[in-house]
């Protein structure tokens, strides 16, 4: 399985906000079997939401788009979607419902609030999508075409994938090793375990840990056993964590 996050917000192009919902994702997607093969942060601009939403909708198995879904003026992510499939936008009963089972929650735990939210807007997703429901939230998200739509609040992101994580499988597996080699002495090594066992090798260096990481993928249980046990005894490896004081270079 092939997936596409699309994360949006003006504020993560400027450098205001950590980009943290595209790693949380891709950690959990990956710890599924899943392939993500893009990552990409958009601003709140609808022409640009849609365009990519629909290109990647047909390139990947999967779509994910966070950000951008409250009732705020920026928040133009639904509306992008549903003009994506030339949808137009609507409440369910169970949106609609959901939403005002949350705002009423609002209103006894803050009494004194002012709490003033059209409904009817809050709750319109693109017709004929799946709804997706947001407990620790208000605005709901949706599935359409394959496309995800879910929040950017990280507590709600987090607990709207968790309510469909099931849909996300796939057969990658990785493993990591860890070596003391400089990484420029361990490329052969490296080209040569991927060519040989038809696996993808990735080198990470880590001052901090005091040692290069390797990371063998691979949809073969096999060839990943092979590759990690021939890279253990060409590439002075281990699989734990080994560390070397670089400083000393």
């Known amino acids: 399985m092939e997936v596409a996050l699309i994360t949006v917000g003006d504020e993560l192009l400027a450098g205001d906000t950590v980009n943290t919902n595209a790693n949380w994702l891709a950690a959990e997607l990956s710890d599924r079997g899943v392939a993500v093969k893009r990552i990409l942060s ?56 959901a939403v005002e089972r949350h705002l009423a929650e609002i209103r006894e735990r803050l009494p004194d609030s002012d709490v003033d939210v059209d409904v ?79 696996v993808a090798v990735g080198c990470y260096p880590d001052r901090e840990g005091g040692h290069n990481r390797l990371k063998v993928t691979a949809t073969d249980e096999r060839a990943l056993d092979e590759a990690a046990a021939w890279l253990l005894a060409n590439v002075n490896a281990s699989e734990t964590p080994v560390h070397r004081d670089w400083g000393d270079e």
């Open 42 to 97: 958009v601003p709140d601009d609808r022409a640009v939401i849609a365009e990519h939403a629909r290109a990647y909708a047909d390139a990947f198995d999967a779509v994910i788009v966070t950000g951008g879904i409250g009732g705020t003026p920026d928040d133009v992510t639904m509306e992008a979607v549903a003009d994506a499939f030339d949808r137009e936008l609507a409440p369910t009963d169970l949106t609609r419902e």
């Open 120 to 198: 009817e807007a809050e709750a319109a997703i693109p017709a004929g999508s799946r709804p997706l429901l947001n407990d620790p939230g208000l605005a709901p998200g949706c599935v359409l075409e394959g496309v995800y739509v879910m929040p950017g609040i990280p507590e709600e992101l987090q607990a709207m994938f968790e309510s469909v994580a099931d849909e996300f499988a796939g057969d990658r597996q990785s493993r990591f090793l860890y070596t003391v080699e400089p990484e420029a002495d361990i490329v052969p090594a490296l080209e040569a375990a991927g060519e040989r066992f038809d």
